[in-house]
């Protein structure tokens, strides 16, 4: 049976990969490799823990261990989700973005080529293209848009996209990458503005909207993304990369509205206008016709009903986000909006 390697296994859209394999009773094992940052939670994927889904703590920046892993498990695919994923985080502080997501995907491809791994997965984002004027509808991120990245958390994700095209033209490294638009779903980590606007609003507290709240997202429900990194992993061409995204571009001032209408709470009384993102990206909007015309992918959820879907898990899980805000969290949210 085929051993795959998941990095960032215990975080938002590596733990709904997990779990959208095990539910499609995939006929392969996982190793979820997670160092369990902030991010990370075991509680995301304890449940699937068994003869198919094996646990690893570890760092992908730490080569013993991850050779350790790859060679007890018999590992053959590496699908490498691990970030610093939060791009407001990367406005504090660079460093962990460059370690984590440069130096870490450079372990790992070195390890992919002296392991002879058969299939390396490097899960990117849209946010590598830069931003779009919100004034040009029929203008999208294709797989060819020069890469333009404008936050220290995108930058280090394009440092690793490069790193990966270098492996597959140097070494001819069997390499896959895509690069996806905004997820929403379970297991969203509640400092991103879905699960912030959500999990604050059942607190009863005010939502922090930057700046004029006209920025453009394409939104994704997140098993439509892991659905996707499957297909490419199982279909994709070597040295490819391939756009995921939603077709459904909102602004955050529209998603705001969705929130609290499906919530129950007025705009004037929960909405707080606040400072902007420095360098906030105006718009990103993907053109995902390569993978769905070379691959047949296409998402599979509406916005309208799996946004219901999410905030209701929102709803089901209190203790699992709870326990997340009277934590560590909490002193990153005091400090990212105390000024605002
Ligand atoms: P996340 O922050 O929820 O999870 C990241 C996981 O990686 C956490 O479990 C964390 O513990 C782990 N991790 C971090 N550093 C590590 C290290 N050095 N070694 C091992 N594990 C480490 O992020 P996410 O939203 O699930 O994003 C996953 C991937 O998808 C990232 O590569 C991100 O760039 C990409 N992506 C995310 C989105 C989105 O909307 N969230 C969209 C497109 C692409
Ligand atoms: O409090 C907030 N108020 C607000 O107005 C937060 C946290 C965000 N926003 C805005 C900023 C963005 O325009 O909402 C939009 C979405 O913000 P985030 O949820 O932080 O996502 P974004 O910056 O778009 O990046 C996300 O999508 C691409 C993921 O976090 C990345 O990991 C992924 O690569």
Not at 241 to 255: A, C, D, F, K, L
Request: aromatic letters at 12%; charged letters at 25%; proline letters at 4%.
């Amino acid at each position: 049976m085929t051993t795959i390697l998941v990095t960032g296994a215990a975080g938002f859209i590596g733990s709904n990969f997990v779990r959208l394999l095990v539910k499609r009773k995939e006929p392969v094992r996982l190793v979820a490799f997670d160092k369990l940052t902030y991010a990370g939670n075991l509680a995301n994927i304890s449940d699937l823990l068994g003869d198919q889904v094996i646990f690893v703590k570890g760092d992908i920046c730490d080569t013993d261990k991850v050779v350790r892993t790859v060679r007890d498990y018999h590992v053959s695919q590496i699908v490498h989700f691990a970030a610093e994923s939060h791009v407001d985080r990367s406005i504090l502080g660079s460093g962990p973005f460059v370690q984590t997501n440069v130096v870490g995907t450079q372990v790992l491809l070195d390890i992919a080529k002296s392991e002879r791994i058969e299939k390396f997965l490097y899960v990117s984002t849209d946010e590598v293209y830069g931003t779009l004027p919100e004034d040009r509808p029929d203008i999208k991120f294709t797989e060819e848009t020069p890469l333009q990245p404008n936050s220290p958390y995108s930058a280090s994700k394009a440092a690793g996209d490069c790193l990966v095209r270098a492996y597959f033209h140097t070494f001819g490294l069997p390499v896959l990458t895509t690069r996806c638009s905004n997820n929403y779903g379970p297991y969203h980590f509640p400092e991103k503005l879905i699960p912030l606007f959500v999990t604050n609003l059942m607190e009863n507290k005010q939502v922090p909207l930057y700046g004029d709240g006209k920025n453009i997202r394409d939104w994704l429900y997140v098993e439509d993304h892991c659905d996707a990194v499957y297909t490419v992993l199982q279909k994709g061409r070597f040295g490819e990369v391939y756009n995921v995204g939603g077709n459904n571009e909102m602004t955050n001032r529209q998603i705001t509205e969705i929130i609290l209408r499906e919530m129950n709470k007025p705009w004037d009384k929960f909405v707080r206008y606040v400072q902007d993102r420095p360098g906030h990206d105006r718009r990103y909007a993907i053109d995902a016709s390569k993978i769905k015309r070379e691959l047949g992918w296409e998402p599979k959820h509406r916005f309208e009903q799996a946004i219901k879907t999410t905030i209701q898990w929102y709803r089901d899980n209190e203790k699992w986000w709870r326990d997340i805000k009277s934590g560590d969290y909490l002193k990153y949210y005091e400090t990212q909006y105390a000024h605002r």
